[in-house]
């Protein structure tokens, strides 16, 4: 279901889904632009530092969830390589299409990316899985593990609370829609294919690195995992 500009979401998503793609990607952009990609938060975000860390002049970074792709272009900008954005958003499109041309805009969703098997060295999915609604996401756990490619990296940041937990959506009180918060480096270490290279605690109000004893609702991680199909198992006897 890789959307299209003339595509607002199709009449079969779940409600949950279809609100944050009609709308609330949107919303989110117009409430934080005036900050995103202000230079003191590009030159103090833990996430590009990460990733620059990793890239290099031919690196494929694929930012999924990155409205209007503030983070690629900063990436791109310092790292050279061909930076794609990701999201369903179009006035976050329209408004990076214009501020960052030198990126790649995709309209699309995470848990089907408009993008081919193994094209990304490096794959980020900033503050994003927590809107999904829980009926994709083993579907975009799969789809970001279907882009990158064997032995790049995937950045992931989210809220990091003691436990699964759901939270009403403040924005929208009216409306029975939740967002999810937990750990999602698991799914992708559990597979045996992922290994985490760093792990960061962060306050989600800051971006910040930030003491593990912090509030839990305000708690936020970054994690650094390396894909590697063959290099974690060990040779066995045949059978
Ligand atoms: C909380 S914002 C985070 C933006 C950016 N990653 C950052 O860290 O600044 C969530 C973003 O995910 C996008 N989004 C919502 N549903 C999505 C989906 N199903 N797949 C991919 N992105 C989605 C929204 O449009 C929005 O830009």
New binding site residues.
């Given amino acids: 279901m890789s959307l299209t500009p003339e595509t607002p979401g199709p009449a079969t998503s779940p409600p949950q ?1 279809a609100l ?2 009609r709308g ?3 919303a ?2 117009r409430r ?1 632009v005036a900050s ?1 990609g202000e230079e003191g938060r590009v030159a103090g975000d833990p ?1 590009i530092s990460r990733a620059l860390a990793l890239a290099g002049a031919e690196t494929v970074v694929v ?5 209007n792709g ?2 690629a272009a900063a990436i791109q900008t310092a790292r050279g390589g061909r930076a794609i954005a ?4 179009m006035e ?1 499109i329209d408004d990076g299409t214009v501020r960052y041309p030198r990126v790649d805009f995709l309209r ?4 089907d990316l408009p993008l081919a098997s193994e094209s990304a060295d490096l794959v ?5 899985l927590h ?2 609604d829980r009926s ?1 996401l083993l579907a ?1 756990v799969a789809e970001l593990d279907r882009v990158l490619r064997d032995g790049g990296h995937l950045l992931l ?1 989210d809220f990091l609370p003691d436990a699964p937990t759901r939270v009403r959506y403040h924005h929208r009180p009216e409306v029975d829609v939740w967002t999810y918060k937990q750990d999602y480096a698991q799914p992708f270490l559990a597979s045996g294919l992922y290994a985490e290279i760093e792990r960061v605690v962060i306050d989600h109000r800051t971006g910040q690195p930030a003491d593990r004893a912090l509030d839990p609702r305000e708690r936020g991680f970054i994690s650094v995992l390396h894909k590697d199909l063959q290099g974690r198992y060990t040779a066995g006897t045949a059978g």
């Fill in positions: 889904e944050f793609l609330e990607g949107d989110w952009f934080n995103l996430l930012d999924v969830g990155s409205s503030w983070r990701v999201d369903p958003s976050a699309g969703v995470a848990h980020i999915v900033s503050f994003v809107w999904l994709r975009a940041s």
